[in-house]
Nanobody
Framework: VQLQASGGGLVQAGGSLRLSCAVSGSIFGSSVMGWFRQAPGKERESVER?????????????YYADSVKGRFTLSRDKAKNTGYLQMNSLKAEDSAVYYC?????????????????WGRGTQVTVSS
């Protein structure tokens, strides 16, 4: 399974971006796709990436971090094998490298270390 995140960029505060995570390979209904982020300059540090949200691939149930609840929305298109992170009302503190990850047979509240597959991150920069 390979993941490719895309859609990052530079946006003004209050704006929106939609990130995509294309999955190559099989992803089953019991899988969970999670999104995490890491602050600028921290990519090489062995710090825990901040959990953003997760979506169950099969039934679409979602779970969000409090910091993004009400502003970010997760979805997936099973036919395209792609997950999406719609980010609205962006703030400067949302600036980070965003990563998608998949844990086959996982659950919504899985920790970072429980995810087996990771994509390369995509940079999101929010200017204030």
């Amino acid at each position: 399974v390979q993941l490719q995140a895309s859609g990052g960029g530079l946006v003004q505060a209050g704006g929106s971006l939609r990130l995509s995570c294309a999955v190559s390979g099989s992803i089953f209904g019991s899988s969970v796709m999670g999104w995490f982020r890491q602050a600028p300059g921290k990519e090489r540090e062995s710090v825990e990436r901040e959990f953003v949200g997760a979506i169950m691939w099969g039934d679409g149930r979602t779970y969000y971090a409090d910091s993004v609840k009400g502003r970010f929305t997760l979805s997936r298109d099973k036919a395209k094998n792609t997950g999406y992170l719609q980010m609205n009302s962006l703030k400067a503190e949302d600036s980070a490298v965003y990563y998608c990850a998949v844990n086959p047979g996982g659950s919504l509240r899985d920790a970072q270390r429980q995810y087996d597959y990771w994509g390369r991150g995509t940079q999101v920069t929010v200017s204030s």
